[in-house]
Nanobody, 118 residues
Framework: HVQLVESGGGLVQAGGSLRLSCAAS????????MGWYRQAPGKQRELVAV???????NYADSVKGRFTISRDNAKNTVYLQMNSLKPEDTAVYYC????????????WGQGTQVTVSS
């Protein structure tokens, strides 16, 4: 089992920056890809960015060029640096980890609120 704890959310003005962190504990040796998802009120949860164990990132088109995902495998932590934030980035951001053979197991953090004011 893997536990994920996010931190770093908050309120920021449009154009500002925030850095989210997600620390994993438990069976961290089994983690493969890690990522960030978000869910705005009344909308479905959507992928923001994902990074493989080897460090290869992939981004949603809406955040390309503004957000950067990274991970420190030694610290079992994944980060999301968010720059040039827009009001439409407002959402609860969830950390995600895929673990086990074939990434069969998926774990979620509790979420952290990001609010971007115009």
């Amino acid at each position: 089992h893997v536990q994920l704890v996010e931190s770093g959310g908050g309120l920021v003005q449009a154009g500002g920056s925030l850095r989210l962190s997600c620390a994993a504990s438990g069976s961290t040796f089994s983690i493969n890809a890690m990522g960030w998802y978000r869910q705005a009120p009344g909308k479905q949860r959507e992928l923001v960015a994902v990074i493989t164990k080897g460090g290869r990132p992939n981004y949603a088109d809406s955040v390309k060029g503004r957000f950067t995902i990274s991970r420190d495998n030694a610290k079992n932590t994944v980060y999301l640096q968010m720059n040039s934030l827009k009001p439409e980035d407002t959402a609860v951001y969830y950390c995600n980890a895929a673990a086990g053979l074939g990434s069969t197991y998926v774990f979620w953090g509790q979420g952290t609120q990001v609010t971007v004011s115009s």
